[in-house]
């Protein structure tokens, strides 16, 4: 069994290389894990093309709110699985499968045939491998970050767990140099035939690499002693959540923790980066390019606010990245606006748009899966200026009214969807078409200008939003660890961290934009940020316990609390 480091030389010794390889080993296999799961995000286009193609309208709602699932909405039934696995067989073993099983099915994805070779069978195929890979996603993180908690000297956990909590934004970086590399290096056409298939077939030497480098570890020493002592527990999700005492640790510490940690990761890394393509029209190449920039600036700082939370706690390093994005989103979304269209700007100033509609027709299009219909003439007219990042103000008109966008003096009528039958697709084309005229001639761009881009200053507001994503991303390993016992640590912190990053953060870019289309402005989707942002600042304030003093290994029963202050317990 390895051996306990003494907790009186843990905070003066250096590193050593046993503990070098554990890090090594953990974070290489998680950064590998977000690097499959990113792929079918980024490249969700050349899928859609390939494993769609004949799927018949009420097919492909199933398939695409599956695939949907897989990405978010699974991941917590994941940490419920690998997270009972991991409290009853074993920390190492259970993140090796969740790894397997993530690599496996993502090098088969590059493989499967099209829609056009095997039918229904690809979509199907499809929407297996990415509910596989939801849950071993869903299983990785806890497994790898207890991991490394349990190896890590006492007054050191924040600082070595720190180095996973990197996992996620490298593995972003990794596929986007990846897919940015190949969309460079070849024709377009050679990417949408077969090039997008390399970054999936790719990962299979990545797994094996990950999967040799994690056999040369060893189990963690919290769980080899608690299991022969047989103090380990028989019923992890029961003991966990059944039992009040710990069910309000993880209520705890996801309202006063993981929502907030999520929306902020989610809002300055995801949501920042739709914000620029979709709302300020900057093409897709540039806004990678910028994100990625500011990405590596940033990542830095994941490690610095873990190692800083080891000397003055985790608590005030999360709640200030909370408090701080609550406070800032609105100016610094603002300045980027400014910074990289300066022309969208001076039009949502100078040219006020009006829809006048029908309260009752205008639906709150909350739409997740992209599947859901919007056919009122107030949901077409309203999508179309949110989707074109026109703010607007809303003006209430009798029932039976068709609803109208006015700009300065010309006014375009929308139309119903559904009354339209079959001419409703032309009608969109007609409608569309006389708006997009309309708006253009009162100065709202069609894309960004580069000329007129200020990408030095946009890629330090980005950078900004990514150290806010440092400050509460970079000590939650440990705050979760340390707010669980060994005997359901890994089911315990596992399931708050995704329900609080698969759903909270997760729902973020369709939230922010069914906000902004129900009250026409561009910046009112970063409410959904703020909010839960600043609930969780004040929840965790309240409620949230400062663990950085906990001794891990204290409700072992040869191990007294002597470096638990009572002051810490819930």
């Known amino acids: 069994m390895p051996t306990r480091i003494p907790r009186s030389d843990a ?21 590998f894990e977000w690097y499959d ?67 496996i099915s993502t090098f088969v994805v590059g493989l499967l045939p099209g829609y056009a070779a095997i039918g229904i069978l690809s979509p199907v195929a499809f929407i297996v491998c990415r509910l596989l890979q939801g849950l071993a996603l869903g299983g990785e993180y806890g497994g790898a970050a207890t991991y490394i908690a349990e190896h890590a000297p006492h007054g050191r956990r924040g600082f070595y767990t720190s180095w996973i909590q990197t996992t996620a934004t490298v ?31 790719a990962s299979i030497v990545l797994l094996g690499v990950s999967i040799w480098i994690r056999l040369q570890l060893s189990e963690s020493p919290a769980f080899l002693k608690m299991k022969q002592e047989g103090t380990h527990s028989k019923a992890p999700l029961s003991e966990a959540f059944g039992r009040w005492d710990n069910a309000k640790v993880a209520i705890i510490a996801l309202l006063g923790g993981t929502a907030g940690q999520a929306v ?85 100033e100078n040219s006020p748009v009006t829809v006048v509609a029908n309260p009752a027709e205008c639906s709150f ?14 949901d077409i007219a309203k999508s179309f200026l949110a989707t074109n990042a026109v703010n607007y103000t809303n003006v209430a008109a009798p029932a039976g009214t068709i609803a109208s966008i006015k700009i300065g003096d010309k006014v375009v009528e929308s139309f119903d969807k559904k009354a339209a039958g079959a001419e409703g697709a032309a009608k969109l084309a007609a409608f569309s078409k006389a708006a997009t005229e309309a708006i253009r001639a009162a100065g709202y761009p069609a894309a960004t200008d580069p000329a007129r881009t200020n990408l030095p200053l946009t890629i330090a507001i980005l950078t900004v939003l990514v150290i806010y994503v440092t400050m509460v991303y970079g000590p939650i390993a440990a705050l979760l660890v340390e707010l669980f016992p060994t005997r359901i640590r890994y089911t315990g912190m596992s399931l708050p961290y995704h329900i609080g990053n698969g759903w909270f953060g997760g729902f973020l870019p369709p939230t922010a934009f069914a906000i902004v289309a129900a009250t026409g ?32 290994f204290a409700d072992d029963p040869l191990e007294a609390p002597h470096t638990r202050p009572a002051s810490a317990d819930i």
């Open 11 to 31: 905070e003066v010794r250096p590193m050593t290389a046993e503990e070098r390889k554990v890090i090594l080993a953990s974070s290489l296999g998680t950064v």
């Open 171 to 201: 593995g972003l970086f990794v596929s986007l140099l990846v897919i940015l590399g190949l969309r460079l290096s070849m024709e377009p056409a050679a990417f949408a035939a077969w090039g997008w298939r390399v970054p999936f077939l």
């Open 264 to 348: 902020v990761w989610y809002c300055g890394q995801f949501y920042a980066l739709f914000f620029l393509t979709q709302t300020l029209k900057m093409d897709g190449t540039t806004a990678n390019i910028a994100i990625a920039v500011s990405l590596l600036i940033g990542t830095p700082c994941f490690v610095f606010f873990g190692w800083l939370s080891d000397k003055i706690g985790r608590k005030p390093i999360i709640m200030a990245g909370c408090l701080l994005a609550a406070l800032t989103y609105f100016p610094l979304f603002g300045m980027l606006t400014n910074a990289v269209n300066p022309a969208l700007e001076k039009a949502l």
């Open 365 to 378: 299009q909350f739409n997740p899966t992209g599947t859901a219909s919007f056919t009122t003439s107030c």
């Open 521 to 552: 402005n561009i910046y009112s989707g970063l409410w959904y940020p703020i909010v839960i942002a600043a609930g969780t600042f004040v929840l965790g304030m309240i409620f949230l316990p400062e663990t950085k003093d906990r001794d891990i």
């Open 37 to 103: 799961f990113y792929l079918a995000g980024s490249l969700a286009a050349n899928i859609s093309a390939n494993f769609f193609s004949g799927v018949n309208p009420t097919a492909g709602f199933i398939f695409t709110l599956l695939g949907f699932a897989a990405g978010f909405a699974v991941r917590p039934f994941g940490a419920l699985f690998f997270g009972r696995l991991g409290d009853m067989v074993g920390r190492k073993y259970t993140f090796l499968v969740t790894m397997t099983i993530m690599g």
